[in-house]
C-alpha cells in the first residue's frame, strides 16, 4: 500500500527551504519583479498581446526552473538565473499547452451545455444551473491539471518521466495534490489582491503586489517541488540533461 504525502508535511518541507535558500530566492524574486516591470514599459501597463503574454510566460517558466532546480538539484548559483536553455521553452510550451487544451474542453463543454440547456444563460446572467456547471467544469480541469502537475518539475530538471507515470503516481494522492498546487495557490492570490484596499500610490501598490506575487510563486512552486520529491522519488542527477542550452 502506498504511504499518502501529508499537506501540513509539505508545507513544513516548503517553509524550511524558503528559509534555507532566502538569499537567492529573494534574487530571483527582484529579477523576476525587474523583467515584468521591464515588459510593462515596453509593452504599456495590462499588455495582453500575444508577443508580449509569450514573453511573460517565458519569464515564470525561468523563475520556477530556477526553483525547481534549487530545491531538487540544490543549484543555488545566482549564475544559473542568466542561462536559457531547452527546460525554460519546454516548460512554457507545457503551460501553453495546458492552457489551450483547458479553453478548447471548456470551449466543447459548454457549447454542448448551451445545446441541451438553452435558456441556462437568460438576461439577467448567469442561472444557477450554470454556476453548478461552471463550478463542476472548473473542478474537472483542476482535477486533471493535478494529476500532471508533477510533469513541471520533471521538465525543470531534466527527468523522463512520462506523463502515463505520472499520472499511475499521483493517483493516490490526488486530493492532496489538488490542495497544494491547485487550491492554495489560487487563494494565496487574495493576498495581494488585499493590499489594493491600502491607501497608497497605485505606482506603489503596483509594486507590492509584483512582490507579493513573486514570492507567492516561489513557495508555490517549491510545494510542487517538494510533492514531487515524495511522490517521484529523488531525482537522478545521471539523467540530468537540462543543462543544455539552446
Known amino acids: 500500500m502506498v504511504k499518502k504525502i501529508n499537506s501540513l508535511a509539505i508545507h513544513k518541507l516548503a517553509e524550511r527551504t524558503f528559509i534555507e535558500n532566502l538569499k537567492p530566492f ?12 521591464l515588459i510593462e514599459l515596453i509593452f504599456g ?15 515564470y517558466a525561468k523563475l520556477a526552473v530556477l526553483v525547481h532546480r534549487t ?5 543555488k548559483g545566482i549564475m544559473y538565473a542568466f ?4 527546460p525554460e521553452i519546454i516548460y512554457m510550451l507545457g503551460i501553453v499547452a495546458i492552457l489551450i487544451v483547458v479553453m478548447i474542453g471548456v470551449g466543447l463543454v459548454t457549447y454542448l451545455f448551451l445545446l ?20 463542476g467544469i472548473f ?9 500532471v502537475a508533477l510533469v513541471f518539475p520533471s521538465i525543470a530538471i531534466g527527468q523522463s518521466f512520462t506523463l502515463p507515470e505520472i499520472w499511475h503516481k499521483t493517483k493516490p494522492h490526488t486530493l492532496t495534490v489538488f490542495w497544494l498546487v491547485i487550491l492554495f495557490p489560487i487563494l494565496a492570490q487574495l493576498v495581494p489582491a488585499a493590499v489594493f484596499l491600502l491607501p497608497f500610490p ?3 501598490l503596483g509594486v507590492l503586489v509584483l512582490a507579493m506575487y513573486a514570492v507567492i510563486v516561489i513557495y508555490c ?9 515524495e511522490i517521484m522519488g529523488e531525482p537522478d542527477e545521471e539523467q540530468d540533461l537540462s543543462q543544455q542550452t539552446v
Open 26 to 37: 529573494l534574487y530571483f524574486a527582484g529579477l523576476f519583479m525587474a523583467l515584468s516591470l
Open 45 to 59: 501597463p495590462g499588455a495582453d498581446g500575444l508577443l508580449a503574454n509569450t514573453i511573460g510566460y517565458l519569464i
Open 71 to 75: 530545491v531538487l538539484l540544490n543549484e
Open 83 to 86: 542561462k536559457w536553455g531547452w
Open 116 to 135: 441541451i440547456s438553452p435558456t441556462s444563460l437568460d438576461s439577467g446572467g448567469l442561472t444557477a444551473l450554470s454556476i453548478v456547471f461552471y463550478i
Open 139 to 147: 473542478i474537472l480541469a483542476a482535477y486533471y491539471g493535478a494529476r
Open 202 to 204: 497605485e505606482w506603489l
Open 221 to 229: 512552486v517549491t510545494l510542487l517541488s517538494h510533492c514531487y520529491q
